[in-house]
């Protein structure tokens, strides 16, 4: 059991219910009441969902979230803010003008903090392994944390676990994982991005660990998620998961989709570390059986060109899950924002990854990641070829005499193909992409995407300029 806790760490409650609001009281009932982890004068931070101005289920669901705030309350709860770190770029002003959480949680007596300003939430260090981390100091000092997660699918996790929440409990920077390859390692075939971004996350969960996890699945989006895009589907599975260890609560939710501890690489370096607890068998459920839940989603793609867009062929070569990820996004962001542009653009290549194939044509041709670009630097497509063997008596005598030949050889000139788009990464950055796609067609033939980006500068921008203080 954790320190000051009245609920044991094997416990996790499965919650079906057909209210959002019930299914967290009802959860949190189950397991002793909110009183067993809630303590009178108690500072409380939770951690939610706030990374890109899109509404729910992207972000936090508001209805849920107000339940939990009036549960901490009721709990004698002195103090309750809100707040996460948004997506790189972003900032929590944006999101916050955008959704009007602001007023929302200070109608309720909660408090959203906005983690980037840090005159008002400062910094403080923690040493982890051979390096710093910096986190929030509201975070460290607050009495109890919980981390409210809404589940959807990932790209690279199947979902969206609570751990992979905890991580943006810090700044965007120790989040980032920098390109660091290991002697005699194959960093691509190993996927050592994800290695490293799978350590980093523990690392960050273990700075302090929550004293109650939601794993918040009443809605879900599956297809294309865990954002809004084209081929996104909300589907309602009225689950709720609830306990102290997020890792149960992780290996739980993950159950409930059949997935089970062997095929999950983050739960498994969990158990590595010991950070948790990952038998099954150790955890007592309490609530719904998981053998009645059966659940059928859509996960998203494991193929970038499993992505279908309208006159676009998508070539992969060989691919670590960070260009992955942000292709995944940039691709399905294309496919939902770009409908009309796409009747324009009459044909486009995306390639990816270290030695991608080919392109069958010149046309524009996106160039995606610093493999793609370093590996293809002197490939076919790169130059666009021109006969010039316009000898016009030559010609008229080849017409004149069918069986003449030509004795001079045609000469070949070669210019750069311009037709490219590289952006360049490692991996490449979301909204930059966009910006450099948009850039390239211009906006006669990007409607679309010309009127998207307008809206992503209001807010990507103004992050432009952080509130950092030297030394941080
Ligand atoms: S450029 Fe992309 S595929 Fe290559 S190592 Fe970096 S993130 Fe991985």
Known sequence: MNENSKV??????????????????????????????????????????????????????????????????????????????????????????????????????????????????????????????????????????????????????????????????VPNRYQRIEKVIRSGKDYLLLDQFKQDLISNILDIYSIKKPDL?????????????????????????????????????????????????????????????????????????????????????????????????????????RICSGCFKEAYHLLNYVNTHMTKDLKYIKKQYFLTGENPPEPESLDHIIVFGECAINSTKNRAFRHVRTSSNRNYMEDVKGKIRKDYKSQKTPKIKEKINKNIIEIPGCPPNLYESIFSIQKYYGKSKTPNLSFYNNLIKTYYEQNSKPKVKPGD
């Open 8 to 169: 044991n760490n094997t416990e996790v409650a499965v919650i079906k219910s057909t209210s959002p609001s019930n299914l967290i009281t009802t959860g949190i009932e189950k397991l002793g009441g909110i009183s067993a982890f809630i303590e009178k004068g108690d500072q409380v931070f939770i951690k939610i969902n706030l990374s890109v101005p899109n509404g729910f289920p992207v972000n936090v669901n508001f209805d849920s979230l107000r339940d939990l705030i009036i549960l901490c309350k009721n709990a004698g709860a002195k103090q309750i803010f809100i707040g996460s770190f948004p997506d790189n770029g972003v900032n929590t002003q944006s999101i916050a003008n955008i959704l009007g959480i602001q007023s929302y949680l200070e109608n309720l007596g909660a408090e959203l903090l906005f983690l980037e300003d840090q005159n008002n939430c400062p910094l403080i260090d923690h040493e982890i392994k051979d390096k710093i981390i910096k986190i929030p100091r509201v975070i460290l000092e607050s009495d109890k944390l919980i981390i409210f997660n809404q589940v959807s699918v990932d790209p690279l996790f199947k979902i969206t676990l609570s751990l992979l929440n905890s991580c943006s409990l």
């Open 213 to 317: 996890v939601i794993n918040d699945m009443f809605y879900f989006l599956e297809g294309a998620g865990p954002f809004v895009y084209r081929d996104s589907n909300l589907i309602t599975t009225g689950l709720g998961i609830i306990g102290r260890d997020a890792v149960a609560v992780d290996l739980i939710t993950l159950k409930l989709f059949g997935i089970d501890l062997l095929s999950s690489d983050i739960l498994l370096e969990a158990r590595n570390r010991k950070l948790g607890v990952t038998e099954a068998s150790n955890i007592t459920i309490i609530g719904d059986s998981i053998e009645n839940i059966n659940l059928k989603v859509r996960f998203s793609v494991y193929r970038l060109d499993d992505i279908k867009i309208k006159n676009t062929t998508i070539k992969a070569g």
